[in-house]
């Protein structure tokens, strides 16, 4: 392996997407490593074990994945970059201290290697249905940012991003890849260090008896320290002040929540990213994320050199949702198809934001189906057929 001065992996090298994310993690500057074992998630908490020693970083297996994503959250405050990586079952254990993350407004990076369930299901087989805990599985008012790479070379650059943008907006993040991405290998491209982009911790620089942990900056992200750099003060999951200290009355409710979810919605058009192909001329487009892209990229080729105008909409963030994007394509286009691996999640979202101005199909695309492109191009063709009649009018498609 080749090694720039720091440790980091340079040049083009052909990597499991879970061997990619560890990658990514390393160049982003992650330092901590904490794990309870789980398939299919194992090739990233192993290699990063393998590449520790030479970056000092530190590894840490708990008794289970409530305590891991605590030991996260600890981390973090004593200045590491930190991360867990986990599967569905441990990802329903984490979503207590997911929501305590948020609270603490406390930077860490969560990856879901998702696999069929509910239960253990079958560990080894892939599976989409964690989208909708990822946003909604702790309780409370909350937004949350999460990707969904659909390649190994992807699995390494939004896992370098997710850690960005968990310091920017000073939250946790989810990277939703799934067990067909995590075992895929392919040429993965690593920039040198200095060519990637890594966004610094936004420290307080002030005196140590002014710091208030919790007191926002005017874009609602408060600033940092690192616990045992003789600062003094509290953290707490409780309605607090900006000191962190439990303040439990309604009006401290209201100033505690609208900035953690308003930090993240009043930004979403910098925060959301998609991937689109021939949407300009689409009459049907197809909704996509992860390793289901594949697969529909693939359709839409065929789709196009058969005459019909589809396109590809690539959801790279699924949160915050695209909505404005997706609204906005609802009044071009006459039908949207989205296939996934579950049996209904982003789905509802599409159809939401289409407010009922175009036709949504929906492909339960199980696993068996990643490099099987019949069930989507059949989709396509229904669209086409039921979207060529509206109001009683003959359209092309």
Not at 45 to 72: K, N
Not at 144 to 169: C, G, H, W
Request: net charge negative; with cysteine.
């Amino acid at each position: 392996m080749k090694a720039d001065p720091k440790g980091v992996l340079t040049g083009s090298h052909s990597l499991l997407g879970n061997h990619a994310c560890a990658e990514g993690a390393l160049a982003a500057g992650c330092r901590f490593l904490g794990i309870y074992p789980i398939v299919p998630a194992l090739e990233v908490s192993q290699r990063y074990l393998e590449r520790a020693p030479a970056l000092d970083a530190t590894f840490i297996q708990m008794e289970d994945e409530i305590s891991v994503l605590a030991a996260v959250l600890g981390a973090s405050w004593t200045g590491k970059r930190a991360m867990t990586v986990t599967s569905g079952p441990g990802m329903s254990l984490m979503m207590e201290h997911l929501g305590l993350g948020v609270m603490l407004e406390t930077p860490c990076v969560i990856v879901d290697v998702q696999m069929t369930g509910p239960g253990l299901g079958i560990p080894t087989r892939p599976a989409q249905a964690d989208i909708m805990q990822a946003r909604w599985g702790s309780h409370g008012d909350y937004e949350v940012i999460a990707f969904a790479p659909s390649s190994p070379q992807e699995m390494f650059d939004y896992t370098i991003k997710a850690f960005n943008l968990a310091e920017r907006y000073r939250t946790p993040v989810a990277v939703m890849a799934d067990e067909y991405v995590a075992h895929l290998e392919e040429t993965v491209t690593i920039p040198p260090a200095d060519q990637i982009t890594i966004e610094p911790r936004r420290y307080f620089d002030g005196p140590h008896d002014k710091y208030l942990p919790f007191k926002r900056d005017k874009d609602m992200v408060p600033r940092m320290v690192d616990i045992g750099q003789g600062y003094r003060f509290h953290v707490t999951g409780l309605t607090h002040d900006d000191r962190g200290y439990p303040i439990m009355f309604e009006e401290c409710q209201e100033y505690n929540i609208h900035p953690l979810v308003r930090k993240i919605r009043d930004y979403a058009e910098k925060i959301v990213e998609v991937q689109e192909a021939h949407t300009e001329d689409a009459a049907i487009i197809v909704v996509s994320y992860g390793s289901t892209t594949r697969a529909a990229l693939k359709v839409v080729e065929q789709a196009r050199a058969s005459g019909l105008k589809v396109g590809s909409l690539k959801l790279v963030t699924v949160w915050p949702f695209p909505e404005k994007r997706v609204t906005e394509l609802a009044k071009q286009a006459k039908a949207f198809v989205v296939p996934e691996m579950n049996f209904g999640q982003i789905v509802n979202e599409v159809e939401r934001c289409s407010y009922g101005q175009a036709n949504v199909f929906f492909i339960p695309h199980g696993d068996k189906g990643i490099e099987n492109t019949d069930d989507i191009l059949s989709a396509i063709n229904k669209a086409a057929h039921e979207s060529t009649i509206k109001d009683g009018v003959i359209e092309g498609v």
